[in-house]
């Protein structure tokens, strides 16, 4: 739980009554969570503006969590898609309650029945990052035969737009770091990138597409890597909220441009991915897991922004 806005110290571990079961709900008990990008701007409140989210003086949602994976423990009385044991995954940016051993979810939610044949902590980062990728992928209208070079390949959100772009058959680059080369190459990526051997601004070639995965470029650093009528899409605001606004000139002006994607929280979501899980063509990267009693130092390393992938938490229950 957290009641207060701040650094990670601010989450504590409590005991609290199991969240209650309406008629159209779902009672999962977690079994695996993760601590991300998405959770750790919500507890710092960071940018500013969230709190008109979240609670201005404190966050009104006290137990975070986004991603989950577990079993499902009780079903409301109007509940017709899941039964009692069914294995489930799914995403509840808003609501919240992930880092926790039950979490109550709506029906018609983002939760679906898991991939088969995976454990609950290979399930539980098979939705943040990947639909963050996915609704980037989609927006930008990219499509096989293209160019693509993704900025920041090893993070939650570009580990899955590698993955996701090659199942488009897609012609990826891909920017890392140098110990990470072999790693991103092994995602699926067609070309990688050093970056800490120059600038890949820099770069020769040119693409129908770049992502910044990241949020650490700009367009106008990136703009000369794009073709004529080329997109670049960001994960972040960018630096006074440019992304946003840019989206909304650039197409005006004719030639390269702005996406900025708002990605759908919704069962369609959860359930494409799982089937591009099963197919193959996704598997969530994983880096460290953590006990959910170890979940502030879980924090802690996220922030360090060195995580290659995912951090999932395992939930143990006494029983």
Known sequence: MHTRYGPPEVVRIREVARPAVGDQDVLVRVHATTVNRTDCAYRAARPFFMRLLTGIA?????????????????????????????RVFGYNEGAFGAHAEYL?????????TMPADMTFEQAAPGTEGAHYALAAIRHAGIRAGQDGLVYG???GIGSAAVQLLKSLDVTVTAVCATESLALVKDLGADRVVDYTAGDFAEDEQTYDAVFDAVGKSTFGRCRRLLKPGGVYLSSELGPWAQNPVLALITPLLGGRKVKFAFPRDDQAVVRHLRA????????????????????????RYVETGQKIGNVVITVAHAD
Request: proline share 5%.
């Open 153 to 155: 390949a090893t993070g």
């Open 58 to 86: 404190r966050p009104r949602r006290t137990i975070m969590g986004t991603e989950f994976a577990g079993e499902v423990e009780a079903v409301g009385c109007g509940v017709t898609s899941f039964s009692l044991g069914d």
């Open 276 to 299: 591009l899980i099963e197919s193959g063509d996704f598997t969530p990267l994983i880096d460290r897991r953590y006990a959910l009693d170890r979940i502030v130092e879980a924090y």
């Open 104 to 112: 109550s979810v709506p029906e018609d939610g983002s939760i679906a």
